[in-house]
């Protein structure tokens, strides 16, 4: 009973308390509503305030952004329409200066007129006048030629031989000014810069020789030379190329033989198959082939010496043994490698006088005759053979151009090739350096003298100083001072053109004028 009375209490009091909470709730609940009706209404209405608020000001910006367009158009229109206005005054103006303009070129067109008009006349009057001259100088001409009892064409020609004789007069008197005054600024540094380069380098003469004596111990020794019926001699002379020569000299065999080189491989053999004294055709065989592979290095080493000698580098091995053979190589009786040394020497120290690359005209000046030591089979000029071989091992431009141009083969495209020219010649032209054959020395001088008797007032010619010099004797009334010196150029330059010779020659041309009287 107790629990069902607490239940009913319980559930009473439930009931009671949900009832004052629903009352208070709904007391509560209106209470907000109306609160929030009015703070709604509120905010309405301020809403509507600043909405108002902006409304105007915004009403506002947009009138002063309407005035301000309105000022910019305006003044943008104030603008162009004072444009407007200057344009229309500077059209205004040019209109006025074309009016001034056209007043101006009709007045020159009327002076114009005026002017035709009056060169019509003037030139009438002037064709009048030339007619008249013409009638004059046709008159004139007559009585000239009636009184000098010459034709005008007589005249003219007489004239004009008188003009030509003396503008070659003229001519000839200022080339002889010219070559005067130039001869006179360069001799003397011509020669100084030769006579140094002469004295600094100048080398031994060499005499051009075929023939090398071997020499031996008894004349018993000849016997083993010879060998049976000849089978040494003839070994020998098979395998080097070279003549022995086994006379009644005493104690001495001759080779001879125009290659120096086999012929020095044959000297070397003879004297080591003589030292040895087995001397059959095996051996002779044996030793020559020794000898050439000894002689091919010592031939490397000299170029190699030649090479150190003149300071130079950077040259291909095959050109340094071509180099290497120049010492058994001779042009005139002149050892090839000791000209070509020389000429090295003159041409690098002109080139240093000049200013021009010492190690490059060194360089050309030692391979300009590299051509000789190429093999004989191979035909052409040795100038241009030269050429070829130091463009093929990659030698410098200048250097090639010299080597090909130094006989004048190819032109010369550098200074430096002028010098080797000039020092080869140097080279070449010093007494005793060169042995010239008796028969072609005597045909050059021959040649020498004929080329100068071609001239017309030549009289006679002489060739003195082993053709180093031609003297000329003209005619007196045929040649005078101022011709003789042109005609000593042009035989020089004839000289040049039509002959092959060493170094330089003199041409000295004689004028002179005898008058003889007999007194009684």
């Given at each position: 009973m107790n629990m069902i009375i607490f239940i009913a209490i319980s559930v009473v009091l439930i009931v009671l308390a949900f009832v004052l909470g629903w009352f208070l709730n709904s007391k509560v609940g209106e209470n907000s509503i109306t609160a929030a009706k009015e703070k709604a209404k509120s905010i309405l209405e301020e809403a509507e305030k600043e909405a108002k608020h902006i409304k105007k000001e915004k009403l506002l910006e947009v009138k002063d952004e309407w005035l301000k367009k309105k000022q910019e158009f305006d003044n943008d229109v104030n603008i162009k329409k004072q444009k407007l206005q200057n344009h229309e005054k500077q059209l205004e103006a040019r209109e006025e200066n074309l009016d001034k303009r056209y007043e101006v070129v009709t007045q020159k067109e009327k002076e114009l007129k005026t002017l035709e008009k009056t060169l019509s006349q003037q030139k009438l009057e002037i064709e009048n006048k030339q007619s008249e001259l013409n009638q004059l100088i046709l008159e004139q001409n007559n009585r000239l030629e009636k009184i000098a009892g010459l034709t005008s064409e007589d005249a003219k020609k007489m004239l004009m031989e008188n003009m030509i004789n003396k503008a070659k007069t003229d001519a000839a008197q200022m080339i002889k000014e010219v070559r005067d005054q130039a001869k006179v600024d360069a001799k003397k540094e011509a020669q100084r810069i030769i006579v140094q380069a002469i004295q600094r380098t100048a080398v031994d003469h060499s005499v051009e020789s075929t023939v090398s004596v071997v020499q031996i111990q008894n004349d018993e020794m000849k016997g083993r030379i010879i060998g049976r019926e000849g089978r040494n001699i003839r070994a020998f002379e098979a395998v080097t190329g070279v003549d022995v020569i086994v006379d009644d000299t005493p104690e001495a065999v001759i080779l001879s033989a125009f290659d120096q080189f086999r012929r020095e491989v044959a000297r070397i053999s003879l004297e080591r198959l003589i030292a040895d004294g087995r001397i059959h055709p095996a051996r002779i065989e044996e030793v020559v082939a020794k000898v050439q592979q000894e002689l091919d290095e010592e031939i490397l080493k000299e170029g190699e010496n030649t090479i150190i000698q003149l300071g130079l580098h950077g040259v291909h091995i095959e050109l340094i043994k071509h180099i290497g053979k120049m010492k058994y190589r001779s042009s005139y009786g002149q050892n090839l490698l000791q000209h070509s040394i020389e000429v090295a020497y003159l041409t690098g120290i002109m080139a240093a006088e000049l200013g021009f690359d010492t190690n490059l005209a060194r360089r050309a000046g030692l391979m300009h005759d590299i051509g000789k030591t190429i093999d004989k089979n191979v035909e052409g000029p040795h100038a241009?053979?030269?050429?070829?071989?130091?463009?093929?091992?990659?030698e410098h431009p200048i250097v090639v151009n010299a080597v090909g141009s130094h006989h004048e083969d190819i032109e010369m495209e550098h200074p430096i090739a002028a010098l080797v020219q000039a020092a080869d010649a140097i080279s070449g032209a010093r007494p005793g350096a060169r042995r010239e054959p008796l028969e072609s020395y005597v045909k050059r001088?021959?040649?020498?003298?004929?080329?100068?008797?071609?001239?017309?007032?030549?009289?006679?010619?002489?060739?003195?100083?082993?053709?180093?010099?031609?003297?000329?004797?003209?005619?007196?009334?045929?040649?005078?001072?101022?011709?003789?010196?042109?005609?000593?150029?042009?035989?020089?330059?004839?000289?040049?053109?039509e002959m092959e010779y060493p170094g330089q020659i003199k041409v000295t041309v004689i004028r002179e004028l005898r008058k003889i009287a007999y007194a009684k």
């Open positions: 241009l053979l030269g050429y070829d071989l130091t463009k093929k091992y990659n001088l021959e040649n020498l003298e004929n080329i100068a008797k071609t001239f017309e007032g030549v009289a006679k010619t002489y060739a003195i100083q082993a053709g180093r010099e031609v003297r000329v004797i003209v005619e007196p009334d045929k040649v005078d001072d101022v011709f003789a010196d042109t005609l000593a150029n042009d035989i020089a330059n004839k000289i040049q053109e």
